[in-house]
């Protein structure tokens, strides 16, 4: 006969113990009920809001402060640019001479020497960012607006210094022994833009400095610390045409 089975013990039932509502017996419990639960969300939102707002402000600053720094960066090559323009019109003059006169060993002799104008990274990206991340709609109208200018004056400043190059390079090339009017005529012409671009760069650099120093900026120390110790440099026979960065006057 076969053995009874083993009695397995049930597991003892677990009580949980229910939180029931009370039931509300007026509308003055209603309303208080209501009250808190409305006061619970709303102190979640303003929390969640601060936090935002707090972020964002945080986003704004370090935006401006990077757009800032660019534009001291810029404030700087202005300033080159500046203490650079006597050394440029008066190699320019040289020059244009030397190819009206034929006078090609003038010319050679100012070919190995330093330019007279500076190729610099004239950028806009800081500024530019902000505006692609909705930060510069928050900076101060004002500022904002000066910031605007000055975008405008970097990339102004930054196709003459690529016109300065071209038509440097063509004046230069009275170096070369080529007996042709047309040839001595595009150098003259080309000596009459660099004039004319050495004006319009002048007066935006000055205004740059002008505006910049209205914004509370100023010139990076350490980017004209490193021109003034590249004047060592500027006797180096060679360096000119279209490769140099050196500040000299």
């Not at 600053?61 to 700087?76: T, Y």
């Not at 003059?93 to 030397?98: D, F, N, S």
């Not at 063509?170 to 042709?180: H, K």
Request: net charge negative; with cysteine; hydrophobic share 45%.
């Amino acid at each position: 006969m076969a053995a009874d089975p083993i009695p397995v013990p049930m597991p003892e039932e677990t009580f949980v113990d229910v939180h029931k509502p009370k039931p509300v017996h007026s509308l003055r419990e209603f309303l208080s009920e209501i009250s808190i639960v409305v006061i619970g969300i709303l102190i979640a939102l303003l929390l969640e809001q601060g936090v935002e707002a707090w972020r964002m402000r945080e986003k704004i600053d370090s935006g401006e402060a990077s757009i800032r720094a660019e534009f001291s960066d810029q404030l700087a090559y202005a300033t080159l640019f500046l203490k650079l323009k006597p050394l440029l019109d008066t190699q320019v003059a040289t020059l244009e001479a030397a190819a009206v006169a034929g006078d090609h060993k003038e010319a050679t002799r100012l070919a190995s020497s330093v330019a007279p104008f500076e190729m610099r990274p004239w950028s806009v990206s800081a500024l530019d960012a902000a505006a692609s991340e909705q930060i510069v709609s928050h900076i101060d109208p004002d500022r904002r607006r000066n910031y605007q200018i000055l975008r405008r004056q970097v990339t102004t400043m930054l196709e003459i210094q690529y016109r300065l190059k071209d038509n440097y390079a063509t004046l230069l090339s009275a170096r070369l022994p080529v007996n042709s009017e047309a040839i001595v005529a595009e150098q003259i012409n080309a000596a009459e833009r660099l004039r004319s671009d050495s004006v319009l760069a002048t007066i935006i650099a000055s205004t740059m400095v002008e505006r910049g120093h209205k914004l509370g900026l100023q010139a990076t120390p350490e980017r004209l610390k490193t021109a003034i110790a590249d004047r060592a440099d500027c006797n180096t026979p060679g360096r000119l045409a279209t490769g140099s960065s050196r500040v000299c006057s």
